[in-house]
T-cell receptor, first 115, second 113 residues
Framework: GQQVMQIPQYQHVQEGEDFTTYCNSS?????IQWYKQRPGGHPVFLIQ?????EVKKQKRLTFQFGEAKKNSSLHITATQTTDVGTYFC???????????????FGSGTQLTVLP | DTAVSQTPKYLVTQMGNDKSIKCEQN?????MYWYKQDSKKFLKIMFS???????INETVPNRFSPKSPDKAHLNLHINSLELGDSAVYFC????????????FGPGTRLTVT
């Protein structure tokens, strides 16, 4: 089935440093979504990108969708301890069953911010 | 008001037992899901229901049986629990299938001993 891959799996940064996580799909995506899961919490929707080359910002977070709509990135400027958590990208893809199109999550990047 | 709720939050049980997890959403969404999250945080879709109809059954053992009495509820029953079933199970909902953002419940941490 179609896959959504995400790197790195883990990232430790010092507070104030920047952080980036990357997402790649084996096929073109109609859109890409990003979620954040705090430790002990549940995934929370952050944003959706739809257009080729789209860039969106939420305060210190910058989201990009690649020109070919097969990759995306999330960049956090000057990380804070509140940024700790796992960041997931997700894109609609056909699963191994080959039937319905379903939001497929990347493996996530676990971010640790050291004070 | 909690948008997507799950009960129980924690579930500790022995191998071989049968248990159920309940999920309710008050968002008026048509589609609901069950995910399993392992210790490495990987989120794996298990089931998807649209308007009470099963849409996706992603190669889940038939010990797992979802039931949707109405489109606001999706319950998960697990028979003959195994050690490998230990994980966090998330219920989620979305306005429709495929392209819509999903809203997750708080999760149920299942521990099988």
């Amino acid at each position: 089935g179609q896959q959504v891959m995400q790197i790195p799996q883990y990232q430790h940064v010092q507070e104030g440093e920047d952080f980036t996580t990357y997402c790649n799909s084996s096929t073109t995506l109609s859109n890409i979504q990003w979620y954040k899961q705090r430790p002990g919490g549940h995934p929370v929707f952050l944003i959706q990108l739809v257009k080729s080359g789209e860039v969106k910002k939420q305060k210190r977070l910058t989201f990009q969708f690649g020109e070919a709509k097969k990759n995306s990135s999330l960049h956090i400027t000057a990380t804070q301890t509140t940024d700790v958590g796992t960041y997931f990208c997700a894109g609609p893809a056909r699963l191994s069953s080959g039937s319905a199109r379903q939001l497929t999550f990347g493996s996530g990047t676990q971010l640790t911010v050291l004070p | 008001d909690t948008a997507v709720s799950q009960t129980p939050k924690y579930l500790v049980t022995q191998m071989g037992n049968d248990k159920s997890i309940k999920c309710e959403q008050n968002l008026g969404h048509d589609t609901m899901y069950w995910y399993k999250q392992d210790s490495k945080k990987f989120l794996k879709i298990m089931f998807s229901y649209n308007n009470k109809e099963l849409i996706i059954n992603e190669t889940v053992p038939n010990r797992f049986s979802p039931k949707s009495p109405d489109k606001a509820h999706l319950n998960l029953h697990i028979n003959s629990l195994e050690l490998g079933d230990s994980a966090v199970y998330f219920c989620a909902s979305s306005p429709g299938q495929g392209d819509y953002e999903q809203y997750f419940g708080p999760g149920t941490r299942l521990t099988v001993t």
